[in-house]
């Protein structure tokens, strides 16, 4: 049978690019549903056609991973794309993200908006913000969808990949792909100044050709919980206190309370940063909190 990828889901319709480069508007065979089956956007899937470009999904390759919101597989690298202002960075919730993402077992790469538009007084403060992550170890990217900025270095660094934009509403997503590729013409709005926060103007996942890469620009959020992840497994998905679980002195150390915990004492001598750490005990109060509730 013939082979391709979903790109994009949309009104019970799935619209596979097969490895010859024709677009194909496939339904999904009913035993999927008895199955409880739902191909996602990036699947690898065998297909048989009635017509030349309509068909029904026959299989659906094993996947490496699959994340639920957005509904989407195989996901080689995750934009993490956060603005200095309007609305404004917030570092708790791009610890959030790096942790959903490395969870995840996909790449994250952080990419800055409207780095332009900060005042000068309050940009050195930023970029000290910024070498921490890359400090960690994570590629971060400053860009401007307006002047240019970073977006050869984003090309670059997309790839060949199949890669999410996600963030809050407002960050520019939609503007910098459009910057990427202006012929996508994606539709932006302005910050709401009311609610700081901008409307939702991507309703459905889809992957979107740019280079060589394929891109999914996903609906805008600003919440992720921790569903799924374990109070234990919290400080794996830290990349920066992952490597001194080992030295903790009890197997299982949580890193709030027991004592000869290598994390602690590495916040305590500076090597790991104090605001990260906080974060980590927010969410490890909010793991243990959804776990009372059931």
Known sequence: ????????????????????????????????????????????????????DQGYIMAIHERENQLIRPPIANVDAAILTFSTQH?????KLLDRFLVQ??????????????????????????????GLYRDIGYTVLITSAYQGDGLNLLKDTLGQRLAVFAGQSGVGKSSVLNALDASLELETTEISRHLGRGKHTTRHVELLEIGGALIADTPGFSSLDF??????????????????IPECK??????????GCAVKSAVESGDVDQTRYDHYKMFLQEIKNEKRRY
């Open 227 to 244: 569903h799924g992840i374990a109070s234990e497994d919290l400080s794996i998905y830290f990349a920066d206190m992952r490597p001194l």
């Open 1 to 52: 049978m013939p082979e391709g990828r979903i790109l994009k889901a949309l009104s019970g319709y799935y619209y596979v690019k097969n490895d010859e480069g024709t677009l194909i508007q496939c339904r999904g065979r009913g035993k999927f549903r008895k199955q409880k089956i739902t191909p996602l956007v990036g699947d690898r899937v065998e297909y048989t056609s009635q017509q030349a």
């Open 250 to 259: 009890f197997r299982g150390c949580l890193h709030d309370s027991e004592p």
């Open 101 to 130: 993402i490395e969870a995840h077992d996909i790449e994250p790469v952080i990419c800055i908006t409207k780095f332009d538009l900060l005042p000068d007084t309050e940009k050195d403060r930023f970029l000290e913000v910024v």
């Open 87 to 91: 609305p404004t960075f917030d570092r």
